[in-house]
């Protein structure tokens, strides 16, 4: 009698129960990476400034930085709540030039004309940039590449070709450019303050989070009843008047309205966005990631002026190394996380 061959069902592995574990893993640590990956660069970076330039280390040089890191600061506030949308302005260093300009021109009627003024004027502006985006349907990038060249010749025209410089003429507003409170700038307690109503706006509001739904699909958002034109010049509008406070507050510090600032203020703050997490595609993004992809930007700036021997110019190419390598690793890591 033959012997049968006995066969026996296949074992159960634990493999496929492994495999949703490690890709929830993999598409966690992705996130992170793309959340806090700024912020570790930054760690590193100022823990080698430190350790190689002893000037570095104080507490004036570190106050310095955020004073020069405020303006910048409130642009990249701005574009962070565009990019997230999906769009782009690139208006916002014209309206950081003629904010400055208009507030040194509106001082002469006293500190709340100051600031009113140049806010009221780019918050206008800003309107005209949602309209035409939201209702009109027109690309962001050329709507609001018309606002720059706008509102540059707008600066030019009421400073006469830029041959005009106002002064301020008003004792209070210039005192809030120049005071402090602990050692740092008012204008760095006051990018704090907004940086953090802005975080909470970004995510625990209504209007926080569609940002986020009109960035990953404005169809679908409109379908879940999000006011999508009303969103998106809502945050076109806060971009310009942060850009034209940044001015504002710049111009209190220098005591004039300098005409010949802001060209390329608005690929800085692009850049420091990107770099600080937010996808240029919209859909994901913080406002803590901004904050240190501007610190980032503004210490590299820092330490090239420690090393003496480099030119400013070496902070461009920098920061073009870092957006090409977080632009680089964006990819990728959205890539893993599709995969897994």
């Known amino acids: 009698m033959t012997q049968g061959v006995v066969s026996h069902p296949p074992v159960p592995t634990t493999s496929g129960a492994a495999d949703p ?22 760690a590193v970076v100022v823990l080698a400034g430190a350790l190689a330039f002893p000037e570095f280390r104080t507490y004036a040089n570190a106050a310095t930085i955020l004073v020069t890191a405020a303006p910048p600061m409130l642009i990249a506030l701005g574009m962070t709540f565009v990019i997230i949308t999906g769009g782009i302005d690139l208006s916002v260093g014209s309206l950081y030039v003629l904010g400055g300009v208009v507030a040194a021109y509106a001082s002469q009627w ?3 004309a100051a600031f009113a003024v140049p806010l009221l004027l780019c918050g206008a502006i800003g309107v005209v940039n949602g309209a035409l985006v939201a209702y009109a349907r027109m690309a962001p990038f050329i709507v609001t590449l018309a606002a720059l060249l706008g509102a540059r010749g707008l600066m030019r ?16 507003f210039h005192a809030f450019g120049n005071g402090s409170l602990l050692g740092l700038g008012y204008p760095v307690w ?22 986020f739904a009109v960035g ?16 998106r010049v809502t945050v076109y509008v806060l971009s310009a008047v942060l850009a034209g406070l940044a001015g504002t507050i710049n111009t209190a510090k ?24 937010t996808l240029l595609t919209g859909g994901a993004g913080s406002v803590g990631g901004t904050v240190a992809g501007v610190l980032l930007l503004a210490v590299v700036q820092n330490l090239i002026n420690q090393v003496g021997t480099l030119n400013s110019n070496w902070q461009q190419v920098v920061s073009g190394v870092f957006l090409a ?12 996380r599709r995969v897994t």
């Open 21 to 42: 574990r490690r890709a929830d893993r993999t598409d966690r640590i992705a996130g992170l990476i793309q959340r806090q990956g700024a912020a570790a660069v930054l």
């Open 157 to 172: 025209a009421v400073t006469d070709e830029g041959s005009t410089t106002y002064l301020v003429r008003n004792d209070a």
């Open 325 to 336: 390598a977080v632009v680089v690793a964006q990819t990728y890591l959205n890539r893993l």
């Open 110 to 112: 006293g500190l709340p």
């Open 216 to 231: 990953g699909s404005a169809d679908a958002a409109s379908l879940m009843g999000v006011a999508v034109r009303r969103t």
């Open 254 to 277: 220098l005591g004039s309205g300098v005409t010949v600032l802001g060209t390329g203020m608005e690929l800085d703050a692009i850049a420091a966005v990107v770099i600080g997490g």
């Open 190 to 211: 006051l990018a704090a303050a907004l940086v953090l109503a802005g975080t909470l706006v970004l995510a625990r509001t209504r209007f926080g989070n569609a940002v």
